[in-house]
């Protein structure tokens, strides 16, 4: 049985839209630009990079965010109001991570899923390392991927909803992982990466053959993921946008995946917002981001008008990933001793 979201059903009749973003804890320019998009802009929902060097300040950052938006005091309040914002905190979900920088776990986790630094691989070479949908590996993998939500734990903060970082979930020797996190910690829900003409899409902006390949790979593993999604029964919005845009989509891209909102009840937008970053000679310890030339863009795009009048224009409202909670478990008790930043 498929779990999704009935927006109208917590939060007022229509299709509702969750502007997420991606990467929060790499580095300050990317902990500046979502917090800009949501004090600013219409952002959503974030997701957290635990083992991120800037995750501890991201964090802290976050739960002033939240003292503010309980006041109403947030330069985007009245936008939001005109959209029905629900009167919930912010999203801020675990950004499960294998692919980059450091394991939380440290000595524990397998040298064989680490380059020669100690590090986490890149997504092709984990792809590779894992091979199948079983692995060796299985108990020290969830165990990583366990601390790194035990962190925002420790820091006071409940995840509203689980998505993995560069789509490593879809993975099929990861995927069996995900519904055992999400019941033991009882994670309200997740991110099913499943996109609607994803191949035809990846073309715009321009002839990208690369990118296209990509996402016909990305649409394969994404629809097997799906599967274990419904055995599992685990709640996610029931429809996406954005595998195949990291760092550009644009208000003319998103007419175009809004064109048809009855067909959707929640959508989610996978966006990567950040402020301008300085050059520097190097990344602290291998945290390069890819994405950084393009990140201003997109923090411009949440900070537009045009957004929200184009959201408007479309009847959508704003949304939640986690708006459905999942049922209570035994490992919520470490959820309920968190000094949550709930509002």
Avoid at 82 to 98: A, C, K, S, T, V
Avoid at 203 to 221: D, I
Wanted: charged share 20%; proline share 8%.
């Amino acid at each position: 049985m498929r779990r999704r979201h009935d927006a109208g059903a917590s939060a007022g009749g229509g299709p509702r839209v969750v502007l997420h973003a991606d990467d929060l804890g790499l580095n300050a320019a990317v902990n500046a630009g979502i917090l800009q998009s949501a004090r600013q802009g219409l952002l959503t929902s974030t997701s957290l990079l635990a083992n991120g060097p800037q995750a501890a300040a991201a964090l802290a950052a976050w739960k002033e965010l939240l003292e503010l938006q309980r006041s109403g005091e947030l330069p985007s309040s009245a936008a939001r109001r005109r959209l029905e914002d629900p009167n919930q905190p912010f999203d801020l979900g675990i950004h499960l991570n294998l692919t980059q920088g450091r394991p939380l776990t440290a000595g524990r986790y397998p040298a064989e899923l680490l380059d020669r630094e100690g590090r986490f691989p890149g997504p092709a070479a984990l792809f590779r390392r894992l091979c199948g949908r079983s692995t060796p590996f299985a108990a020290r993998i969830e165990a990583e991927l366990a601390a790194q939500i035990e962190f925002m734990l420790d820091h006071g903060a409940k995840p509203t909803h689980l998505n993995g970082h560069q789509y490593m979930e879809i993975m099929p020797a990861l995927a069996a992982v995900i519904p055992r996190l999400v019941q033991k910690y009882a994670l309200p829900a997740i991110r099913l990466p499943l996109e609607r003409n994803a191949w035809l899409v990846s073309f715009r902006p321009g002839f990208r053959c690369a990118n296209a390949g990509l996402a016909l790979v990305k649409r394969f593993y994404a629809e097997r993921f799906r599967r274990v999604v419904e055995r599992a029964g685990m709640a996610h919005p029931d429809a996406f946008f954005g595998s195949s845009h990291a760092g550009c989509v644009s208000l003319s891209l998103l007419e175009r995946f809004l064109a048809r909102p009855q067909r959707f009840s929640l959508a989610e937008i996978a966006l990567h917002p950040g402020a301008e970053s300085p050059a520097s000679p190097g990344e602290p310890d291998g945290w390069s981001d890819p994405l950084s030339a393009a990140r201003p863009h997109e923090l411009a795009m949440l900070l537009s008008p045009a957004l929200e009048e184009l959201l408007a224009r479309r009847g959508l409202k704003l949304g939640r990933v986690g708006a459905q909670q999942a049922p209570i478990s035994a490992a919520q008790e470490r959820l309920s001793s968190a000094n949550s930043f709930s509002i």
